[in-house]
């Protein structure tokens, strides 16, 4: 895998194709494009963002320097973005190996507020907070305690907060892709996907995965039918708007959902799954596997072959978004004295957001349909391809 420059925050917001995000919106993992696949990747130094301060001297503190997470309910082992934020620290400390790190791993929703402030006590040099529902409870703190440093992973503020590093990632764009991929891949010309939440970090996912089996039946003239989430047909679609129904388990812990889920969608004819619901997606692997030959999946946030390597045989790729060289770089630029504040976005275009490598797969992905995907992903970041479902007809 072809590695650059991490990504880097930029400091005030921009306009991007009609995207105007607040409460209501969020989430998408890196990628270069290979003989064989769409590879991970980070960001590249053109990046028009500042860099993470790795030459610049660090902030004197007394222990030394002191990177926290505070996770959502998932936990740190969620094999996702959890998990996924921690690695980052672990990278940032072996860079610099001054830096230390810690976490604390919220089991409760009520845990949030009282782990932050645990940590502002704690004079933590960044606190770094994970998901969409952490987003209330990290403006209070930040507001609360301006000096201290925080960076979230999968919120976007508007407006921005001086002290605050939102991270956020159009996965909408990667799940275009992996829908395109799935549909492709298909033989009972029906996949399927589900949620662990109703909220716009999950189904911007399925949007944009749906978005992509649409747009693989309109070039190809064919009717494979997306199940799981149906996108709403009228919404402002421009402003951020995810809205639509769907297959929700309602929490990102329980596996077992997971495994009743996945089992429905393929009792309907589904032979790809795409499960957008952290470490309730292992639940779904669980029940792919004994399903047996001819069932798949694509694994979410993170390369599956990496974090959950114990299914690599069932993932055909995973739609990804680069939370580690995000989150790394955060905390690099907190402890060398060049954090800003602000957002950062995770595009096709800046390799923040891509599929992984095929893996297992790689001798069974047609190579038209590898080039396709390179010409679609061109197509996306160009602004010549939308990402809207309902952009094209519903099989």
């Known amino acids: 895998m072809a590695m650059n420059h991490p990504p880097v925050p930029e400091t005030a917001p921009r306009a991007r194709r009609g995207f105007v995000r607040s409460r209501t919106l969020a989430a ?41 997470e505070v996770t959502d309910t998932g936990g740190i082992n969620d094999e996702s973005f959890n998990e996924s934020a921690y690695n980052a620290l672990k990278a940032a400390k072996k860079v610099d190996p001054s830096i230390s790190y810690t976490y604390l791993s919220s089991t409760s929703t009520s845990d949030y507020v009282p782990y932050i402030n645990d940590f502002v006590n704690k004079h933590c040099g960044i606190i770094v907070t994970v998901g969409y529902d952490m987003a209330d409870a990290t403006a209070a703190a930040a507001k609360k305690y301006p000096g201290q440093k925080f960076t979230i992973v999968d919120y976007e ?22 829908g395109y991929l799935a549909a492709a891949m298909s033989k009972t010309g029906k996949v399927g996907t589900f949620g662990g939440q109703d909220i716009p970090t999950v189904t911007i996912y399925m949007d944009g995965f749906v978005a992509g089996v649409r747009y693989y039946d309109k070039i190809n003239h064919a009717h494979v039918v997306a199940l799981g989430w149906t996108p709403a047909a009228k919404r402002n679609y421009a402003s951020g708007s995810f809205a639509g129904t769907g297959l929700f388990t309602n929490n990102f812990t329980d596996q077992g959902l997971g495994k009743t889920d996945a089992e429905t969608l393929m009792a309907e004819g589904a032979d790809v799954i795409f ?61 060398h004295g060049t954090f800003h504040g602000g957002n950062y976005i995770g595009t096709l275009a ?46």
Not at 157 to 178: C, E, M, R, S, W
Request: aromatic share 6%; proline share 6%; glycine share 10%.
């Open 28 to 68: 998408l993992a890196a990628g270069a494009l290979s003989a064989t696949s769409i590879a991970v990747g980070v960001a590249s130094a053109s990046t028009h963002l500042p860099s993470s301060g790795r030459r610049a001297p660090r902030v004197a503190h007394a222990g030394g320097f002191l990177a926290c």
């Open 275 to 335: 499960p957008v619901a952290g470490a309730v997606g292992l639940g779904a692997a669980a029940a792919v596997k004994q399903a047996g030959p001819g069932h798949y999946m694509e694994w979410v946030d993170t390369d599956g072959c990496i974090s959950a390597k114990q299914y690599c045989s069932l993932f055909i790729t995973s739609v990804t978004k680069g939370i580690v060289p995000s989150v790394e770089t955060a905390v690099l630029a907190a402890a």
């Open 350 to 395: 800046n390799n923040g957001v891509s599929i992984s490598p095929y893996h297992t797969f790689a001798s069974k992905v047609p190579a038209a349909v590898t080039k396709e995907l390179a010409k679609i992903k061109a197509g996306i970041i160009a602004g010549k391809i939308s990402v809207d479902p309902n952009s094209y007809p519903a099989s």
């Open 157 to 178: 503020y508007t407006p921005t907060i001086k002290n605050v590093l939102a991270l956020h990632y159009d996965t909408n764009q990667d799940a275009f892709l992996g």
